[in-house]
T-cell receptor, first 116, second 115 residues
């Protein structure tokens, strides 16, 4: 199956700093990527849909200015958590689609963010 | 509104027995896809099985089968011959084709396989 990578896998930062998380499709072109957040023992909550070359579509309740998403190429989308606070600590997972919608959505391994 | 519901927060099953994980969904769209993913403690999302809304037959993938009852809007996952390695969180998800193909998830079921 197709491979999606995320970097970093784990990050610890101080409150008030910004953190960038990268999501890459390694062996396919992803016109659409999705960003999810998952708190412990909870489900994946969709944050935004990222389309290459256009602005991301955010889900209701997700702050656009806090979670900046850029999808500059067909293989890379980035999520920047700006001015991070302890409540932003979570597991962030990206996923990508290779254009075949009647098929699995490929997920990255996730990034665990801890804000001190 | 589109919604996925998993009503079993936790399930136990004896090794080598079969187990059914429940999933119901709600959508007014005629075209949708239903997925099951497994998430072990490492956090990775492992694809298990897919069922399209127009598929006539229930999907099967090895020990996994999806009991698709369209009229009841249910898509239960059946795992046969449970193994210790099946212990994990299981998520049911629905793809919304008229909303950019995004995937929305149910609350999840934590499955524990007993030796």
């Amino acid at each position: 199956g197709a491979v999606v990578s995320q970097h970093p896998s784990r990050v610890i930062c101080k409150s008030g700093t910004s953190v960038k998380i990268e999501c890459r499709s390694l062996d396919f072109q992803a016109t659409t990527m999705f960003w999810y957040r998952q708190f412990p023992k909870q489900s994946l909550m969709l944050m935004a849909t990222s389309n290459e070359g256009s602005k991301a579509t955010y889900e209701q309740g997700v702050e656009k200015d806090k979670f900046l998403i850029n999808h500059a190429s067909l293989t890379l989308s980035t999520l920047t958590v700006t001015s991070a606070h302890p409540e932003d600590s979570s597991f962030y997972i990206c996923s990508a689609n290779n254009g075949e919608w009647d098929n699995e959505q490929f997920f990255g391994p996730g990034t665990r963010l801890t804000v001190l | 509104a589109q919604k996925i519901t998993q009503t079993q927060p936790g399930m136990f099953v004896q090794e080598k027995e079969a187990v059914t994980l429940d999933c119901t969904y709600d959508t007014s769209d005629p075209s949708y896809g239903l997925f099951w993913y497994k998430q072990p403690s490492s956090g990775e999302m492992i694809f298990l099985i897919y069922q399209g809304s127009y598929d006539q037959q229930n999907a099967t993938e090895g020990r996994y089968s999806l009991n698709f009852q369209k009229a009841r809007k249910s898509a239960n996952l059946v795992i046969s011959a449970s193994q210790l390695g099946d212990s994990a969180m299981y998520f049911c998800a629905m793809r919304l084709y008229n909303q950019g193909g995004k995937l929305i998830f149910g609350q999840g079921t934590e499955l524990s396989v007993k030796p």
